[in-house]
C-alpha cells in the first residue's frame, strides 16, 4: 500500500503503546509552510490532503512541492534514478488537493494549520474544524508567534490541541518546536512529537510563550537588523554580507526577511507590540509596513528589501 513506508511503520511501532498513530494529516494552507509540510509528511508515509482557499492556489502549491521534491530527489538518489522515481512517484500519490476544509477534516487524526499569522481567521478555522472532526482528531498550529492557548480558546478539544512549528524551507530545516500549552493532554503532546520525529525532525518542548524558543531569540535580532538600517549605521548589503561572513549565518537579516515574508514579519512583529507596547525590542518598523503596503512581500512577491524579478 503506497501510505505504509518505513517511517510510517517506525512511528507506529514506538508510539502504538500510547496512542492511535497518526495516518491521515490535513495541512490547511498551501503557501509557503504549507506546502513544506504537506511534503515532508508524504515524504514518510503519510497520507496528506493539502488545503486552500481556492483552486489556482492549491494547484500551484502543488507544483511547489513537485520542484522540491525533484530537489530532494536529486540529492538523496544521485546514483539511483530509478528509485528517484519510485520515491517521487509514491510521494506525490500520498498527497490529495482540496478546497472545502470541513469535508476534509471529517476524517482526519490531525490537523495542521499554516494559513496567514492572524489570531482571528485562525480561531474561526478552528472554531469551524471543531464542529466536524472526529473526537480523537489532533488540532496543531504552526503558527510563528501567536500564542497557542488563544488560537485554541474558541475549540472544545483543548486537551487535543498543540503547537507544531516548522521552519522555512521545511524540506530543509531540520527542526520541529512541539509547543504545550496549559490544557494540552501528555497523549496529544507525545502524538505531536512522534509526528515531528516520524517527518524526519529533530523535535524540541517548548512552553507557550512568545516566540517558542528560536523566534524570541531571532525576531529581535532581525527587527534590530532592520532598525539599523533605518538608523542609516549600514546598508541592507552590507549588513547582509557582514551577518554572513563574520558570523556564519546561512542568510542574512534581510535575506531572511524577504524568505520568510515581510508580510509575515509584519503580522509577527505587530501581534507582539500590541501584547506588550512598552518592549523596545517588538517596535514595529515603519520600513517594513511600508514595503508591506506597497505589495513588496519579500521573494513571493518578487520584491522586498531586494528586487527578484528576471
Ligand atoms: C522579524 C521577524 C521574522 C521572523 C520570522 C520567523 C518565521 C518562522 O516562524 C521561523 C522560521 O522559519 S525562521 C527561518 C529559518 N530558516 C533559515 O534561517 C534559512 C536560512 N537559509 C538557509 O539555511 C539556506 O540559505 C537555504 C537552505 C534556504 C538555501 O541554501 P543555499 O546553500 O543558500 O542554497 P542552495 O544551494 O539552493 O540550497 C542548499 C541545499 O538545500 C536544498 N534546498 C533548498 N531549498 C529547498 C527546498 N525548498 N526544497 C528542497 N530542497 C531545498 C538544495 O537542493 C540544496 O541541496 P544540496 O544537496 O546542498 O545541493
Ligand atoms: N514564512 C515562514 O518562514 C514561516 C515559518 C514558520 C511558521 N510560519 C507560520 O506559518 C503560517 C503560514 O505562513 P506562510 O509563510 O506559509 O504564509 P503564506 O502567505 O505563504 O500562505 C498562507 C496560505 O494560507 C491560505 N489561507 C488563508 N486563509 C485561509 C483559510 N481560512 N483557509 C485555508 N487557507 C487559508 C492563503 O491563501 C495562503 O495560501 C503563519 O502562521 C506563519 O506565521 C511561517
Redesign the pocket.
Known sequence: MAFATSALVRSLSTSASRQAAIKHVTVIGGGLMGT?ITQVAAQSGHNVTMCDVSDDIVQKGLARIQD??K??V??KYKDDPTAGQKFFDSTMENIRIDTNVERVAASTDLVIEAIIENLDIKQKLFSSLDKVAPQHTIFASNT??LPIKDIASTCERQDRFGGL?????????KLVEVVRFGATSNETFQSLTDFGQAVGKTTVSCKDTPGFI??RL??PY??EA?RMLERGEASARDIDTAMKLGAG???GPFE??D??GLD??KF??QGWHELDPDQPLFKPSELVNKLVAEGKLGMKSGEGFYSYKK
Open positions: 513544506g522540491s521534491l530537489r530532494v536529486k540529492k510563528s508567534s512549528h516548522f521552519f522555512n524551507p521545511v524540506p530543509v530545516m528560536v523566534n531571532l525576531v532581525m527587527m532592520v549565518y546561512p542568510m531572511l526577511c524568505y520568510v509575515t514579519t509577527i512583529v
